[in-house]
């Protein structure tokens, strides 16, 4: 009889392993064959464990599932199976992958057979080194609503670069069980923030109490719990609706704090003005001013933007954050970038294996047969360190024609794709964004690796094959009798055939003229050395046949 210990093991093997066997499939092909036998080993002995121990239904099951992150692309399966193996029997193993191209999104999950291990493998492999990226590891949370919540999630600012998430870890760790923890980064480089998610809203709340103002690597940090996103934008908003600090700019230089001051007290009561100066005293042109009042800062705005003030004329609005502006100025950008590929939609034309000769009055010469020519203009490099005309380098090969509609540029497709231009033949399309010509060139790509394999049955996913295939009649390869390879384009022949009659193969059917269950003679055996040739009659042919009865 099972022990409860092993019982209750077996019956969370059985409810992840299933699941988690099917998400693992994908990415199975990267497992040796030993690795696949060792798993499937393991989950008919849990199965079996769990079909046989008289459980009763309503006992709970736990998750046994950990989240792997912070993966290099080039991890996959089999690396994870060595390092997960080695803490306890392994489940399953999945790295997602991207659906079009198959490459690694940087995360995966481990499902082993019980719980126990994966603590010891939370505890002894959290932070380690694969592919000399530190991983990080929590239990997976399969319910998105638990993740949402933001119950002991709290947030770290004003971190220093040298502290990753294992430090931070370390930090925390002391006032609660640590569900995840995170330093944001960008290309491998701090940003100078983080979360801590603790299990229980008390330790967040202990964490912020003890290290909230405190000196980490000699910089004074701030901890405070975490705020959604959606929750942060709605008080953007109601912060710009009331706000009282107004940024000034184009300030005269020879301008004082105190003209400032006076130009914008006329508005309301002012409790701070600031004028922005460098390490000489001199005024860099812009500077803070900070109403009592909403209506006083909102009417100074009104009345002061873009208005003369001593042959300046002034930018006066809201004073914003930095990372406000930037985000602003973002999506301003982004806007005018598809504003502006939207008015070259289907007029904008890429030329490509142009010829050194040919320069942007030559392409323009070339093109304007077909219709008006709004710009033309050939690629070239830069000569480093000249300016002007001198700087043009030799053509890169390539340049865009625009035409003022889309049926001018249609028919100089048409006509001018494949034609000699110089010395050499031009290729000619709609120019396209580099991300969508990216997207498309990966699509396609799939779909030959797609139509490829489809094509060579015997040839898995990954680059793997299967064991080789052993077909009736034919004895395994490698062993006694074994069938030489034939030569390209020979066909060997029976040894005895009927003349005239048409031989016909059928898939699974023994070679004619060979019996049930016997094989090819060896290619280049011949008879046995000392006996002469046959006779007709022996030979099996027409003619000996006549005197058999």
């Known amino acids: 009889m099972s022990s409860p210990v092993a019982i209750a093991d077996a019956q969370a093997a059985a409810a992840v392993a299933p699941a988690a066997t099917s998400a693992a499939a994908p990415g199975a092909n990267h497992l040796s064959l030993e690795q696949q036998q060792q798993i499937a080993a393991a989950q008919a002995q849990a199965a079996q464990a769990a079909h046989f121990a008289p459980v009763p239904a309503a006992a709970p ?19 994870l199976f060595e390092m997960f193996n080695s803490v306890g029997p392994v489940a399953s193993i999945r790295v997602c992958r991207d659906a079009v191209t198959r490459r690694s999104l940087g995360y995966a999950y481990v499902n082993f057979h019980n719980v126990a291990d994966g ?48 430090a931070l870890h370390d930090t925390f760790s002391a006032f609660g069980n640590i569900l995840s923890c995170k330093v944001a980064t960008e290309d491998g480089q701090s940003k100078g923030y983080g979360f801590v998610h603790y299990e229980t809203h008390e330790a967040a709340e202990n964490a912020i ?38 940024y000034i700019k184009n300030l005269d230089p020879e301008i004082t704090q105190d003209e400032v001051e006076a130009l914008f007290t006329k508005y309301g009561p002012v409790t701070s003005c600031v004028v922005s100066v460098d390490e000489n005293g001199r005024s860099k042109g812009f500077g803070f001013i900070n109403f009592e009042n909403h209506d006083d800062a909102k009417r100074a705005v009104d009345e002061l933007h ?6 300046k004329k002034l930018f006066v609005t809201r004073a914003q954050k930095k990372g406000e502006r930037e985000e602003e100025l973002k999506k301003q950008y982004e806007q005018q970038k598809l ?22 009055e030559k392409l323009r010469q070339e093109f304007s047969v077909y219709g008006v020519i709004t710009s033309a203009k050939v690629m070239r490099d830069e000569k480093p360190g000249a300016e002007g005309e001198d700087a043009r380098g030799p053509s890169k090969g390539f340049g865009f024609v625009c035409f003022s509609s889309p049926d001018e540029a249609t028919k100089a497709v048409t006509e001018m794709n494949g034609r000699m231009l110089g010395a050499k033949p031009i290729y000619v399309a709609l120019a396209q964004r580099k991300e969508v010509r990216k997207s498309q060139l990966e699509a396609q790509m799939a779909q030959r690796t797609q139509l490829r394999m489809q094509q060579m049955p015997g040839q898995m996913a990954g680059g793997m094959y299967p064991p080789q295939m052993f077909y009736p009649g034919f004895p395994p390869q490698g062993g006694r009798g074994m069938v030489y390879p034939g030569q390209p384009g020979m066909i060997p022949r029976p040894r005895w055939v009927n003349p005239g009659q048409p031989q016909q193969m059928h898939p699974g059917a023994p070679m004619p003229g060979y019996p049930m269950g016997q094989a090819f003679p060896p290619m280049g055996q011949g008879r046995p050395r000392g006996q002469g040739p046959r006779s007709q009659s022996q030979r099996g042919g027409a003619a000996g046949q006549q005197g058999r009865p």
Request: glycine letters at 6%; charged letters at 30%.
């Open 61 to 79: 099951t736990a998750s046994a599932s950990l989240y792997i992150g912070e993966l290099d692309p080039s991890v996959n399966e089999a690396m």
């Open 119 to 166: 603590e010891r493998a939370l505890e002894t492999l959290n932070y380690t080194l694969i592919k000399n990226r530190p991983c990080r590891i929590m239990w997976s949370q399969r319910d998105p609503a638990l993740r949402k919540t933001g119950t002991g999630n709290i947030f770290i600012k004003n971190l220093d670069g040298t502290i990753d998430n294992k």
């Open 209 to 246: 109490k003890h290290v909230n103002g405190m000196l980490l690597n000699d910089k004074k940090v701030f901890v405070g719990h975490h705020i959604s996103k959606k929750e942060r934008q709605s008080k953007v908003e109601e912060m710009k609706a009331k706000f009282t600090n107004v």
């Open 306 to 311: 873009e208005s003369e003030y001593k042959d």
């Open 339 to 360: 504003e502006k590929l939207s008015k070259y939609q289907g007029v904008n034309l890429y030329v490509k294996n142009l010829d050194d000769e040919i320069d942007d």
